[in-house]
């Protein structure tokens, strides 16, 4: 798997790619944060490799970035400056750190120190966050301006499925801060591949019922149809 894993980092990379994005619970419990140490072991690799390496042409350099969970027991600004230390030990560099997700109200604060901190100190080139709304957004950006640092980025679910696309990108660009998305093929529904005759089994649950929310139903039958006809139209698959 681990072969297969760094075939796929490198040819996205020789197509361009230049920013991968992990988390600090993405290969977590046993696996011990595998995603992280893989990114970090394929970039060091990479780098150290004769050209066309690290990127071909004029393309910007590799961005090594990582979002950390308010879990339950990350409660003060040195917890979250210790999960940032961690995750540059085991990617070599952590070019734009995150907070995940938005926290419980009682540990936002804390956490938000923490974020600035972890800028302040160098151990990052820019902060961001996790699927966060435009209401949440704004609110942080006030908090953390009060602090004396401005974020970088903010990173939400963005497809056809998704609502408030345009809210969230309207709220990035007057807190100038750049947005990214994720998921554009909405968790694998727009692919076609959980639709139709030869259709593939849901993940199971936690993940499963992202699914549920979202609706296998007709108007996502009408819309793959829609792409269908564009994609044929194009002479694309």
């Not at 990127?55 to 917890?79: F, H, I, M, Q």
Request: charged content about 25%; glycine content about 10%.
């Amino acid at each position: 798997m681990d072969a297969e894993l760094r075939r796929v980092y490198e040819l996205c990379v020789a197509r361009g790619a230049f920013l991968f994005d992990t988390g600090d619970t993405y290969g977590a419990g046993k696996f011990d944060c595998r995603s992280e140490k893989l990114l970090g072991a394929f970039t060091q690799d990479l780098l150290q490799s004769s050209p066309p390496w690290p990127l071909p042409g004029n393309s910007p350099r590799l961005v090594l970035a990582t979002k950390w969970a308010p879990k339950p027991w990350r409660l003060t600004r040195e917890s979250l400056v210790d999960a940032c230390r961690d995750s540059v030990q085991r990617m070599g560099r952590v070019d734009l750190g995150q907070l995940h997700w938005p926290p419980y109200f009682f540990q936002e604060p804390q956490l938000l120190d923490g974020l600035a901190d972890v800028l302040n100190q160098r151990l990052v080139k820019g902060i961001g966050l996790s699927n966060y709304g435009p209401i949440g957004l704004k609110r942080v950006a006030a908090s953390l301006a009060e602090r004396g640092v401005k974020l970088s980025t903010a990173q939400a679910q963005f497809s056809l499925l998704t609502e408030d696309n345009e809210a969230f990108v309207e709220t990035c660009g007057e807190l100038g801060i750049k947005p990214i998305a994720y998921s554009p093929l909405c968790l694998g529904l727009l692919t076609g591949k959980f639709t139709g005759k030869d259709a593939l089994e849901l993940p199971p649950p936690p993940r499963g019922w992202l699914f549920g929310a979202l609706g296998l139903n007709k108007e996502l039958e009408r819309l793959l149809e829609l792409l269908g006809e564009i994609a044929k139209h194009r002479g694309k698959t």
